[in-house]
Structure formats: C-alpha cells, structure tokens
Nanobody, 119 residues
Framework: QVQLVESGGGLVQAGGSLRLSCAAS????????MSWYRQAPGKQRELVAT???????ISGGSVKGRCTISRDNTKNTVYLEMNSLKPEDTAVYYC?????????????WGQGTQVTVSS
C-alpha cells in the first residue's frame, strides 16, 4: 500500500520559514519524481516544485526563489523548504509521487499539511 505522509506544516508569521517533509512508503522512491503542490481555499491546486528521480529540480513558479525542494533517497523522504513566507502562501500543501512504467503513469498523493501564514 502506497503512503505519502506530509509533516511540518503549521502557523508561521509572514517573513518566516518552514520545512515540509513527505515520507513515502510502498513505492520505489528513487524511481519517482516527487512534487509539492498546494491548494488555497477556492483556488485550483498548483505546482510548487518538482524534483525528478535524477535530482533535477523544477519550480512551479508560485514560490519561485523562495523555496528549495530536495530528496533523501536513503530515507524515502522529500523536503520543501520555504522562506520569506507571505500570507498568500497559506494553503494545504500536498506531496505527489509520479512514475511511469510500461506507458502507465502511477500517480500518488498524500493527505496534505496545512500551512497558514499570518500577516
């Protein structure tokens, strides 16, 4: 059974920092591209950042320049460090694992962790 468990969310003041973690199980972690998405109330889910299985990072643009995605394949964990947080960064942050095998796309989501940035 695939599980993606996010942690590290919470309430932070504007200008502060947070590090989110996502621990994966039930997948071959190193073969998956790992991403962080976020969804604010009344808005569509949007990509924050992706790190491929080879370690290439891609920014979704919404938090560009203020976040760093990284992964530790020995711990099956992906991280998202965010700084200079703004109230508009308030959202539920979701972890995503994606891999392709025999043309089939495997896509898994975590339950999400709430990040609230106060002004």
């Amino acid at each position: 059974q695939v599980q993606l468990v996010e942690s590290g969310g919470g309430l932070v003041q504007a200008g502060g920092s947070l590090r989110l973690s996502c621990a994966a199980s039930g997948i071959i972690f190193r073969d998956n591209a790992m991403s962080w998405y976020r969804q604010a109330p009344g808005k569509q889910r949007e990509l924050v950042a992706t790190i491929t299985s080879r370690g290439t990072t891609i920014s979704g643009g919404s938090v560009k320049g203020r976040c760093t995605i990284s992964r530790d394949n020995t711990k099956n964990t992906v991280y998202l460090e965010m700084n200079s947080l703004k109230p508009e960064d308030t959202a539920v942050y979701y972890c995503n694992a994606r891999s392709v095998a025999n043309t089939y796309v495997y896509n898994y989501w975590g339950q999400g962790t709430q990040v609230t940035v106060s002004s």
